[in-house]
């Protein structure tokens, strides 16, 4: 595919808007169609980016000519849902993590694009953040092996609010989505299928209905491990921090920054074309799009995490 590649983004909200700031900076996309569960908001980001068609109603969009893809960036209990209706109405499509948050949806998502041979891809953006790509170059030069990873994910959450301090209208979920990012990222970077896992988590919250602290450990095939530590209880630093351990260095990823054990700040700027790990992602799944290939982060790819994370669900719920 050689022409402009039409998209429709799905989800107005804060993660929709980091895709339609990235896909300004990706030649030959177009992005024809804005679906959003406000339309005043929603009508507001297609004038502020430029995008033709508003809808509140998915099934609208997919019916608008010359469709090729949507990325959907909607709250995380419509993903495989919707990830199926599009692959359906013969778009390809890329789902922003989770994928699901149940096993048996991931499944059905994978089938279908087994099915119909669409790119279908999910925003694990941490393969694609320079930080994390330059740990994984050094691994793929045999230069370094993991031997354990640290990490910390970590936000002050007491009302449900999203990532712009606006209200949600939906639960976002330590497991289910924060701890996708790691559980993906340690499995990839060590080359090893995950064969343990363990997770403790704290009391639920009478609002939200969630766990607010979890804890959860894990060991590859081939002997790394990684300990992960998630809280919406923390009061800062915010976000997420990568400790890798291995047999030749330690590297510290905190976004996308990467400094060594000793605090020596490593320059990522020439890693790849941007320092945006969602413009990286986005490039990945248009790519993919054009040379007719399974994209980094494939739902099929990615499938072993979530079964990862429905073990994790089950043991919780079993106490």
Known sequence: MTRTIKVALAGAGAFGLKH?????????VEVISLV???????EAAAKHYGVGHVTTELSETLEQPGL????????????????????????????????????????????????????????????FNPSHQFVR??????????QQMDVQTYFFRRTNMNALGQPRSWTDHLLWHHAAHTVDL????????IVKANAIEGPIHPTLGIAMDMSIQL???????????????????????????????????????????????IDVSKVDVSMNGIELQDREFFAAIREGREPVASVADVLPCYR????????????
């Open 137 to 146: 170059q050094r691994i793929l030069a045999g230069e370094f092996h993991i």
């Open 36 to 42: 959003g569960r406000e339309r005043d908001k929603t």
């Open 186 to 193: 340690f499995a990839w970077q060590a080359g090893s299928s």
């Open 219 to 265: 060991k590859a095939e081939n002997g790394a491990i990684c300990t992960l530590s998630l809280s919406f209880n923390n009061d800062g630093p915010l976000g997420t921090f990568f400790r890798y351990i291995g047999d030749s260095a330690t590297y510290i990823a905190r976004y996308d920054d990467l400094f060594t054990g000793k605090e020596e700040k």
């Open 20 to 28: 339609l700031d990235a896909i300004r900076l990706i030649d030959g």
């Open 68 to 127: 090729d893809a949507v990325i959907l960036a909607t709250p995380t209990q419509m993903h495989a849902a919707q990830a199926l209706q599009c692959l359906d109405a013969g778009k390809h499509v890329q789902v922003e993590i989770p994928l699901a948050d149940r096993l048996a949806d991931a499944e059905a998502v994978a089938a279908k694009q087994k099915e119909t041979g669409l790119v279908a891809m999910v925003g694990h953006t941490r393969r």
């Open 308 to 319: 990862t994370l429905a073990a994790l669900e089950a043991q919780l719920a079993a106490g």
